[in-house]
Nanobody
Framework: VQLQASGGGLVQSGGSLRLSCAAS????????LGWFRQAPGKEREFVAG????????SYADSVKGRFSISRDYAKNTLYLQMNRLTPEDTAVYYC?????????????????WGQGTLVTVSS
């Protein structure tokens, strides 16, 4: 399984970015894929997840209403649209695939990790 994340960068507070994750190596119909992030000096935390086969989504409270997770089923690509970014969103963002379909992903049920992509939000 390969998860190739891209789209990070530097953006001003209030701006937007879209992350992408190209998934390959297996079918994900019965799995959830999602995003985690890790800020400097902090633990990795769940951001958003989506059941690949059914499209059901889940979000961390800190990003609800600002971030939107989606997938292109045909292209096997996961997206994270991030709007109204704040400096507190600065982190390395990781694409992940869980072992089951629940979009409420946890560190414990992630089976595969992609490489991170850095998002820096300036004030």
């Amino acid at each position: 399984v390969q998860l190739q994340a891209s789209g990070g960068g530097l953006v001003q507070s209030g701006g937007s970015l879209r992350l992408s994750c190209a998934a390959s190596g297996r079918t994900f119909t019965n799995s959830a894929l999602g995003w985690f992030r890790q800020a400097p000096g902090k633990e990795r935390e769940f951001v958003a997840g989506i059941w690949w086969g059914g499209g059901v989504t889940s979000y961390a409270d800190s990003v609800k209403g600002r971030f939107s997770i989606s997938r292109d089923y045909a292209k096997n690509t996961l997206y994270l649209q991030m709007n109204r970014l704040t400096p507190e969103d600065t982190a390395v963002y990781y694409c992940a695939a869980a072992s089951g379909p629940s979009p409420m992903m946890t560190m414990g049920n992630v089976g595969y990790w992609g490489q991170g992509t850095l998002v820096t939000v300036s004030s």
